[in-house]
């Protein structure tokens, strides 16, 4: 078993794909009209673009703001990703700016910081410390 597919909700998906794309470095992978507005919209990791997709997954179902705005209140980011290096990437997003709600921060033996995707989301990135030798 794997994981092939997880999702994000999303409140514009083509504000989500310029996002994720244009400023987090995703690539589109799906991007297939579902009628009524709705795109079946999926990005993949350059690094591993067989591997597992984010559907960047219209927000109109009535759960998602309740869900999502409880999570914000609290400061709990929705998904993580991994990234090589926290700091450099805090750097670079900072440079582009986007806008972080938790600079990087070292929590034992991983780094995170998290930032606001601009499409209701909070997310985190980390990068775990080398396994010792």
């Given amino acids: 078993m794997r994981i092939d597919l997880t999702s994000v909700f999303v409140d514009d998906q083509e504000k989500a794909r310029r996002f994720y794309t244009d400023v987090l470095g995703f690539r589109t992978k ?13 990005v993949v990791s350059p690094e591993n673009p067989k591997g597992t997709e984010l559907l960047l997954e219209p927000s ?21 990703f991994a990234v090589d290096d926290v700091h450099a990437e805090y750097a670079r997003l900072i440079a582009l700016g986007v806008e972080f709600t938790q600079p990087p921060v070292e929590m034992g033996p991983v780094t995170t910081a998290v930032l606001d995707d601009t499409c209701g989301n909070l997310i985190q990135i980390a990068t775990a410390a080398p396994e010792p030798a």
């Fill in 30 to 42: 799906h991007d297939v009209d579902m009628g009524g507005g709705a795109r079946w919209l999926t």
């Fill in 60 to 80: 109109g179902h009535p759960a998602v703001q309740p869900y999502r705005d409880a999570l914000r209140a609290d400061g709990i980011p929705l998904a993580q």
